[in-house]
């Protein structure tokens, strides 16, 4: 019965997410766009003295929006282009992470070695932003930027093998990882996910309706955990939208059983690590999660029945409005 494809029940999915589909509130706060606007100042007071370009956001991302990471924590992208170039390099210990290697002659406070390094690299950022005494901490995120041409990592598996991505950039992230090594950052490209997401015309719908009973039901886990898990399952999601959310819900449940989820092409990465005590956290949401697809598979039998009954016509049968449920179940 899973694979069938019942059209009521993803009607009336799609009924549902046209409603979540509103312009999401200005939960920024002024003062975090003076903020912003005082390092961007900072950056580029420092950048025409050593000759690095620094840029708001990234592709793929609003390039000057401020992302709300969850409460109380908010986050937003600059772009630092050095005026020395990085080769990145393969992390052979680390899956999907890379160093990136300026070369001896290099001589630049965020660059030991030869290698960019991390913790060198935050301490030089911070300097610059905060030079003035501003003291703004763990709000904006240097990331680097690289042409298709520079990935050094095996090409990720995706419906036309990557060519896609030819035209888009990539970018390494510090990240710290383990083993621990402060030469080593980690690849995140969010153009590429962009396209994937797209490729299936339900996945947007689909993050969407699992952004929002997660909500519902205190699941207080980052929504880029259920974006990796459709992007690591975008080719062989199903095009009918109940049945696409139905398979993103039940690969959610099973990650969680398992007690992993890595990113879009990290494999070294756990999203589930967050927070002391987060197996006992994510033991919970499995239990709350598994219980709530039984309910989802259950509506969608109760449609299907209705859809029997009633020969595809949009009305329900009769007592048994599973419509209601369906909604109730999203808070609608």
Known sequence: MSSLICKKFSMALNSVASCLMRPPKDEILDELYMVQHKIMENLNSAGRWDGTLFTFGVMGNSSEAITKKHDGKYEFQVNVNFPFELKPIRDERRPGFVMLQAGELVDHPAVVNGFLQRDALACWFLFIINKDGTNIRNFSLDVLQFDFSKWPLPYPEVPDGGLSFRNHP????PRVTVPLDKRSFMVWAPDWERFLMEWNCHANKVLLLMREIMEQMEIYLPLDVVKSIILRNIQTLPFD????????????VNDLQEGKVTPFLVDSVNMLQIGSNYEAKIEMYHYTASNLLITFKNVKSRALADQVKTGGDNQSSGPDNWITVLHLLFGN
């Not at 990539?170 to 992230?173: L, N, R, T």
């Open 170 to 173: 990539w970018y390494a992230v």
């Open 241 to 252: 939208l109940g049945n696409c959310f139905l398979a993103v819900f039940e690969a959610f």
